[in-house]
């Protein structure tokens, strides 16, 4: 969720400065939160402004940028690894899913054809929908 924009956030404040009414009455005015109007008198009491708190970036990847090469040198010389050979040929401790972010990221695909060309034995594709079913609803 977006941080309320400074112009609102001084404006609520000015109201409550003012003896317009309490954080309740304020905040009913406003159409924000009350949490909003005491969080934002307790900021201002803490750091002096109003201004919103720097976002503090998220989780760490689990794949650092620094790896990136390493990643792709990896699949370079064996590029059928799955999720969890390449987890474990890197040496992390990290989830299947975590390095999955991380190889598209890069713009690295681990998906595999899902039809090849038609063959003399037979399909190559399992057919859709349930056996014995025409596809239509009686």
Request: proline letters at 8%; charged letters at 30%; a positive charge.
């Amino acid at each position: 969720m977006n941080a309320y924009p400074m112009e609102l956030r001084e404006r609520i404040l000015d109201a409550v400065d003012r003896g317009v009414g309490s954080a309740p009455q304020v905040a009913r005015l406003f159409r924000v939160a009350v949490n909003s109007v005491y969080n934002l008198l307790r900021l201002r009491e803490q750091t002096g402004t109003v201004r919103p708190r720097p976002n503090p970036g998220g989780q760490r990847p689990a794949i650092p940028p620094e790896r990136y090469d390493e990643v792709r040198r990896l699949l370079a010389e064996q590029p059928d690894l799955t999720l969890a050979q390449i987890r474990d040929r890197l040496g992390l401790d990290c989830s299947e899913a975590a390095v999955c972010r991380a190889l598209k990221k890069l713009g690295l695909t681990r998906k595999k054809e899902r039809c090849k060309r038609p063959s003399s034995n037979g399909p190559t594709c399992g057919r859709r929908g349930r056996s014995g079913s025409s596809g239509r609803r009686s």
